[in-house]
Every structure is written in C-alpha cells, then in structure tokens.
C-alpha cells in the first residue's frame, strides 16, 4: 500500500511540475507533424517514384528547418488507404517554419519534379499531443 501512495504522490508531483510550466515552454517542446500522402498516376513508371521518393528523402538536407523526416509506402490490410500508397512524415517546431518551407526554393523545385506524376494528394497537419 505504502508504494502505491508513494507512486501516486510521484506521479502528481510530476503532473503537477508539467502544469506550471510557462505556455512559451510547453510550446517550444510541441512538434509540427506535417504528413503528405501520395497517389501516383497509373502511367508513372517505377522509376519515376523512385525519383521523386528521392528528391523528396534529400529535401531536409536542403531545408534545415525540417527537424525529423520519415516515409514509408502503405502496406495497410484495411485496404482504406483510397490509391495512396506513398506516405511522408515531416517535423517542425512551428508554424512559422513550416510556412517558410512551404514556399522554399528547394520545396518548389521539388514539386516541379513530383506534380507531373501526382494523381491525388492528401495534407494534414497537427500539432502532436503527448
């Protein structure tokens, strides 16, 4: 008995300490998910999705303000997915950096590779919960 009270004072304490901390701090450890979802078109070839899965995997070493970055290809049994099959997971720590990177050179010129082959895109952002 004794250990779960000490483990609930535990808990509340630290509970208690994320709760006291300023908006701006609780702020500054949020991150900015920003996923994109691909369907590619039927006349893409594979070499044209390897191309753009490439220019798409090189954009954070030209975009600093990209902080993760992550993709993979749906492989979901749900069969849910509506002809996406490509998706891509990026990191901001504000909306302020995702802005610029939408309209960054190396973003745009990464779009004039992709938009030819693109059927249907999908975009959520969210700010992550812990």
């Known amino acids: 008995m004794k250990k779960i009270v000490l483990l609930a004072c535990i808990l509340l ?26 369907k590619f078109k ?4 594979e070499a044209d999705v390897k191309k753009i899965e490439q ?7 030209k975009i600093s303000l990209i902080k993760a970055f992550e993709f993979g290809v749906n492989n979901s049994p749900e069969k849910l997915n509506q002809g996406l099959t490509h998706c891509y997971l990026l990191s901001f720590h504000s909306e302020k950096d995702r802005d610029a990177y939408l309209v960054h050179p190396a973003h745009k010129a990464f779009t004039d590779i992709a938009g030819p082959h693109i059927d249907k895109v999908t975009v959520v ?3 992550q919960h812990r």
């Open 13 to 38: 304490a630290s509970v208690g300490s994320l709760m006291a901390q300023p908006a701006s701090a609780k702020k500054e450890k949020a991150i900015l998910r920003h996923v994109v979802l691909f």
């Open 125 to 127: 952002d969210y700010w």
């Open 55 to 61: 220019a798409f995997r090189e954009l954070p070493g």
């Open 42 to 45: 039927d006349q893409s070839t």
